[in-house]
């Protein structure tokens, strides 16, 4: 094995880690997206008190919020295949990646869900009243002032419910899934020099974290200057 720590081989084999980045920035992307959109249709139908549905989507958040995220990996991933072949669904064509992306986005909409609820409610009331009285219907209203301004709102903690999220794909190489980790390990297991695999790996996360909260705080400026600009023309129309 040699000298404990090897800065050369660090830097050698740096670039096969980067290779398999794109794995954890697909997954933290796509399921960030999907899982922030079902988090704010959750948090309309929880705030509008739908029969059952709402009775239903409290237990769904409280099981993702109560549980362990490998354990909601392993159910999702192994669970769901094992359940549809009992029903005679063949789950063979689809990508293990999917259920993957799967775990991910339910996990990041039931906190998203919570997040903009309350963000949702604290939109001043006068902002829905003013767009009730110059005609706007109640789904023009969510989508031109209230979503934008739970948004604005929202940015901060939903940027570090991602970079949680980032952070969690750690994870994934538990369900064979080749990510970074997963390739950083198996490399580890070829050179026992596990050490500098994992710096190199720490590296990476850290740059990712690093654009992620760069991303947040360009999105919530950006957003907060449109949200103070549009203001005036709601009062103009009215």
Known sequence: ??????????????????????????????????????????????LKKVPVLNQLLVVFISFMRGTPF?????????GVPEIMSHMGISTKHIPGLVF???????HIAAYSA??????????????????????????QSYVRIILPQAFTMSIPPLTNLVIGMLKGTALIFNVGVVDMMRKADLMGGNSQRYLELFVDAAIIYAVLI??????????????????RTARPVLISEE
């Open 1 to 46: 094995m040699g000298n404990l720590f090897s800065v050369e081989y660090m830097i050698k084999v740096f670039p096969q880690l980067l290779g398999y980045v794109h794995v954890t920035v697909m997954v933290t992307v796509v399921s960030a997206v999907l899982g922030i959109l079902l988090g704010a249709g959750i948090a309309i139908v929880r």
């Open 210 to 227: 690093i654009i992620v909260s760069l991303l947040g705080r360009l999105l919530e400026k950006r957003f907060t200057v449109a949200g």
């Open 100 to 106: 993957v992306y799967a775990v991910f986005t339910l």
């Open 70 to 78: 490998l354990v909601q990996l392993f159910l999702i991933y192994f």
């Open 114 to 139: 919570e997040i903009m609820r309350s963000s949702i409610d604290a939109v001043a009331v006068g902002e829905k009243e003013a767009a009730k009285s110059i005609g706007m219907t109640e789904l």
